[in-house]
């Protein structure tokens, strides 16, 4: 019989040998792998989710204007003359609701291209303004009112952003009446802050 020291010692050798031995066929080629992290494994990266600017969204300071050549500025006037069309039909309540809602809509894609070719028009500013103002989109209505504060510094559009101001506001000639297609904003208090400015 063998001593209780000797079997202890032996189980260890044995041990002791079946480690080197894994340990050994590891280096020569083995297919062990290591054994995992105890810690919580890093979170994959997540896909790069694009989104679509926002329209309406404010210009980032310091961005260099535009250029305007004659070409953009006639090309801004025809498709705001055509905006205006569709406004008017849009306002006329003896055509069916469907018929004004699709003239909105001509009317703001119209506005909407008439300001990329010419981002000064401060007419078609201010009939996308109303457009937007009548179909409840609040943020682009205040957006596009307030860009009318720095046309009216520019020497060329003063008269044009006067002019507006007044039909917004029912001044001079407009009778003391409100723009009606901005009646729902009346209570805004962004749009009160910005109509004391004018």
Request: glycine content about 6%; some cysteine.
């Amino acid at each position: 019989m063998m001593r209780p020291e000797i079997r202890a010692s032996r189980a260890c050798v044995l041990v002791l040998a079946a480690l080197a031995g894994s340990a050994a066929t590891a280096g020569c080629g083995g297919a062990t792998e290591p054994a995992p992290s105890p810690l919580r494994p890093e979170a994959e990266p997540r896909p790069e989710v694009v989104t679509e600017p926002e329209d309406c969204e404010p210009e980032r300071a310091g961005a260099e204007p535009l250029a305007r050549d004659d070409r953009s500025i006639e090309e801004s006037g025809n498709l705001a003359d055509s905006g205006f069309d569709w406004m008017d039909q849009a306002r006329d309540r003896a055509e069916p609701l469907e018929a004004r809602e699709a003239a909105l809509a001509a009317a703001i894609d119209h506005f909407t291209k008439a300001l990329a070719a010419d981002p000064y028009n401060v007419r078609a500013t201010y009939e996308l303004a109303a457009a937007y103002a009548q179909i409840g989109r609040r943020g682009c209505a205040l957006y596009l009112l307030a860009r009318l504060q720095p046309l009216g510094e520019l020497r060329s559009a003063q008269d044009e952003v006067e002019e507006v101001v007044a039909r917004l506001l029912g001044r001079g000639d407009h009778e003391g009446r409100m723009d009606p297609a901005f009646f729902d904003l009346r209570d805004d208090p962004q749009f009160r802050r910005l109509v004391a400015d004018f």
